[in-house]
């Protein structure tokens, strides 16, 4: 569905990323791990179509993602960027009511399908209490769940997430993910999340890309990514790695009496 070939981005003559070749298939959800200031959002931001990268190229369906004009790009692709929605005055149902753009007329109408949606999504992530309620009255772990909300009321084929588990409790992240990953499965959805926690990236992701100095390091299922050599080499940390007692997906125990890397900017 979405194929990076020779992808490589450089900001300000720092090259971020450097020949990278993926391909996304439909239907399957994808993690991007790795350590901070690696590219992951650089390159969650070349798959959106949003930036063009220096060298390479970004195909969706079989063509250059530059090339579709806004609408047609939106109704193929959404984007949860990090940090969700701003807070801003509107209320809950219509911020919400925002991701039906796409399929509206140049007076902002649309046909009564386009309201069903909206409540369903709003039901789907708990949201039909506050509906009413404005966006910057709402704490960051809400304004969170209606950012996904709008995000998946524009019906998209292929789901873009920047940490979208960032301001939420544990509670809320499992339920976030259930659902992203409910709707992969129910509607054939292609999803690309960039996630810290390794252990939920581990559960809910079909295969994990580990971004690592600007290239792809690893690109696998859990089983084959999530090693204790994997976690030393890319992350300076000794893990030990265990399978789920439940699920069988491997599972990572940090050792925090492990000296980290003398090397690594902890801040970049």
Same mark, same amino acid.
């Given at each position: &569905?979405?194929?990076a %070939?020779?992808a490589? &981005?450089?900001?300000?003559?720092r090259?971020? #990323?450097? +020949? /990278?070749?993926?391909l996304f298939?439909?239907?399957?959800?994808?993690g991007i791990?790795g350590?901070n200031?690696v590219? %992951?959002?650089?390159?969650?931001r070349?798959?959106?179509g949003?930036?063009?990268?220096?060298?390479g190229?970004?195909?969706? +369906?079989g063509?250059? =993602?530059?090339?579709?004009?806004?609408?047609?790009?939106?109704k193929?692709?959404? @984007?949860?960027?990090?940090g969700?929605?701003?807070? @801003?005055?509107?209320?809950?149902?219509? =911020? @919400?009511?925002?991701?039906r753009f796409?399929?509206?007329?140049w007076?902002g109408?649309?046909?009564?399908?386009g309201?069903?949606?909206?409540?369903?999504?709003?039901?789907?992530?708990?949201?039909?209490? #506050?509906?009413?309620?404005? /966006? +910057?009255?709402?704490?960051?772990?809400?304004?969170?769940?209606?950012?996904?909300?709008?995000?998946?009321?524009q019906? *998209?084929?292929?789901l873009l997430?920047?940490?979208?588990t960032t301001?939420l409790d544990?509670?809320?992240q499992?339920?976030?993910?259930?659902?992203v990953?409910r709707?992969q499965k129910?509607?054939?959805?292609?999803?690309?999340?960039?996630?810290? !926690?390794?252990n939920?990236?581990?559960?809910?992701? +079909?295969?994990?890309?580990?971004?690592?100095?600007? /290239?792809v390091?690893?690109?696998?299922? *859990?089983?084959?990514?999530?090693t204790?050599?994997?976690?030393?080499?890319?992350?300076?940390?000794?893990?030990? @790695?265990l399978?789920h007692?439940?699920?069988?997906? *491997?599972?990572?125990?940090?050792r925090?009496d492990?000296a *980290? &890397?003398a090397?690594? !900017?902890?801040?970049?």
């Amino acid at each position: &569905m979405i194929e990076a %070939k020779s992808a490589a &981005m450089a900001i300000a003559g720092r090259k971020i #990323l450097n +020949d /990278i070749n993926l391909l996304f298939e439909k239907g399957a959800m994808y993690g991007i791990i790795g350590p901070n200031g690696v590219g %992951k959002s650089t390159l969650l931001r070349l798959l959106s179509g949003t930036e063009k990268p220096s060298s390479g190229e970004i195909l969706l +369906d079989g063509r250059p =993602a530059a090339v579709y004009k806004r609408k047609e790009l939106a109704k193929k692709v959404a @984007v949860l960027q990090q940090g969700g929605l701003p807070p @801003v005055g509107f209320t809950v149902r219509e =911020a @919400v009511r925002m991701g039906r753009f796409p399929y509206q007329n140049w007076l902002g109408e649309e046909s009564f399908e386009g309201e069903e949606i909206v409540e369903r999504v709003l039901e789907d992530m708990g949201l039909l209490e #506050l509906q009413d309620r404005r /966006i +910057d009255g709402l704490s960051g772990g809400e304004r969170q769940r209606v950012a996904l909300a709008k995000v998946m009321a524009q019906e *998209p084929e292929l789901l873009l997430l920047d940490e979208p588990t960032t301001y939420l409790d544990i509670g809320y992240q499992l339920q976030l993910l259930d659902t992203v990953k409910r709707w992969q499965k129910e509607r054939r959805l292609t999803v690309v999340a960039v996630l810290h !926690d390794l252990n939920l990236a581990a559960h809910y992701c +079909d295969r994990l890309l580990v971004l690592h100095e600007g /290239i792809v390091d690893a690109f696998g299922s *859990p089983l084959e990514v999530v090693t204790p050599e994997l976690i030393r080499r890319v992350f300076g940390a000794s893990a030990i @790695v265990l399978p789920h007692p439940e699920t069988g997906v *491997p599972q990572l125990l940090l050792r925090p009496d492990a000296a *980290p &890397m003398a090397d690594r !900017d902890l801040y970049s």
